[in-house]
């Protein structure tokens, strides 16, 4: 039942066409067992009840953990991308915000995906901040195990505890779409690090660590928007690093 919970998702039709369109052949790949030369499979209705009152919300995210997992595991991309897409409403929605951006009540959906592949959802209101979204998203990929070198995000991203949290958290490369006005930030110069850095020098913090071993422990220490600094202000510096265009694109 979880496997054709799973078909019902990603064919996106009603319970009673998941079941009206469901051959033999893929009943029996799905584990139902043949019976009186025939393969028996529930009813759109037992399928409904399956997922409302057996699984529940609690059960159903469980089952896409499960999945992002699998994909995380067998997916040959090293990438990364968080992006929010729009969900319009009726004009006549009574539970869905106007969004003056785009001009319509709406929700949204906040989508990670490694590769092509979407790997977990959050769900808000038309009007949410796409920034706040990033945490639970976070500890979603360190539930799947997710190796990835890069995540790629808007400019709705942009925040130097973003930066620290992907560096840290994921040991990735935050790509973040950077503003024409982005500067360079005094507190994330290397100086300013060591300075900080030598401060600590009771938790064994000195200038001649490695930079790697400098950033984790002012992390760890409450300095993790410093962190955040330097890890921008190097995109900043860094010649390679794709505009923003060029990296919307390829979101």
């Given at each position: 039942m979880i496997k054709l919970v799973v078909v019902e998702f990603?064919?996106?039709?009603?319970?009673?066409?998941?079941?009206?369109?469901?051959?033999?052949?893929?009943?029996?790949?799905?584990?139902?067992?043949?019976?009186?030369?025939?393969?028996?499979?529930?009813?759109?209705?037992?399928?409904?009840?399956?997922?409302k009152y057996r699984l529940g919300v609690e059960g159903i995210d469980e089952i896409m953990l499960m999945l992002g997992k699998k994909i995380a595991k067998l997916s040959n991309s090293n990438e990364a991308k968080l992006d929010s897409t729009p969900l319009e409403a009726s004009r006549y929605s009574k539970n869905s915000e106007f969004n003056p951006h785009y001009n319509c009540k709406m929700d949204k959906a906040h989508i990670t995906m490694i590769g092509t592949y979407p790997v977990f959802l959050t769900y808000t209101d038309g009007i949410a901040g796409d920034s706040p979204e990033l945490s639970s998203h976070i500890d979603a990929l360190l539930q799947m195990n997710a190796k990835i070198d890069e995540y790629r995000l808007d400019g709705a991203y942009d925040s130097f505890q973003n930066h620290a949290d992907i560096w840290y958290k994921l040991n990735a490369d935050p790509?973040?779409?950077?503003?024409?006005?982005?500067v360079i930030n005094n507190e994330g110069k290397l100086e300013r690090i060591n300075h900080w850095v030598n401060k600590m020098w009771k938790l064994g913090g000195s200038k001649y660590m490695k930079i790697d071993e400098k950033?984790?422990?002012?992390?760890?220490?409450?300095r993790q928007e410093q962190v955040g600094m330097y890890i921008r202000n190097k995109n900043l510096e860094d010649k390679t690093f794709p505009e923003s265009y060029n990296l919307k694109k390829r979101m």
């Amino acid at each position: 039942m979880i496997k054709l919970v799973v078909v019902e998702f990603f064919r996106q039709t009603s319970f009673k066409k998941t079941i009206s369109t469901l051959t033999e052949e893929e009943a029996w790949l799905l584990g139902f067992q043949e019976k009186d030369n025939r393969i028996p499979i529930p009813t759109g209705s037992t399928l409904h009840h399956f997922m409302k009152y057996r699984l529940g919300v609690e059960g159903i995210d469980e089952i896409m953990l499960m999945l992002g997992k699998k994909i995380a595991k067998l997916s040959n991309s090293n990438e990364a991308k968080l992006d929010s897409t729009p969900l319009e409403a009726s004009r006549y929605s009574k539970n869905s915000e106007f969004n003056p951006h785009y001009n319509c009540k709406m929700d949204k959906a906040h989508i990670t995906m490694i590769g092509t592949y979407p790997v977990f959802l959050t769900y808000t209101d038309g009007i949410a901040g796409d920034s706040p979204e990033l945490s639970s998203h976070i500890d979603a990929l360190l539930q799947m195990n997710a190796k990835i070198d890069e995540y790629r995000l808007d400019g709705a991203y942009d925040s130097f505890q973003n930066h620290a949290d992907i560096w840290y958290k994921l040991n990735a490369d935050p790509l973040i779409s950077l503003g024409i006005g982005a500067v360079i930030n005094n507190e994330g110069k290397l100086e300013r690090i060591n300075h900080w850095v030598n401060k600590m020098w009771k938790l064994g913090g000195s200038k001649y660590m490695k930079i790697d071993e400098k950033l984790n422990l002012l992390y760890e220490n409450d300095r993790q928007e410093q962190v955040g600094m330097y890890i921008r202000n190097k995109n900043l510096e860094d010649k390679t690093f794709p505009e923003s265009y060029n990296l919307k694109k390829r979101m």
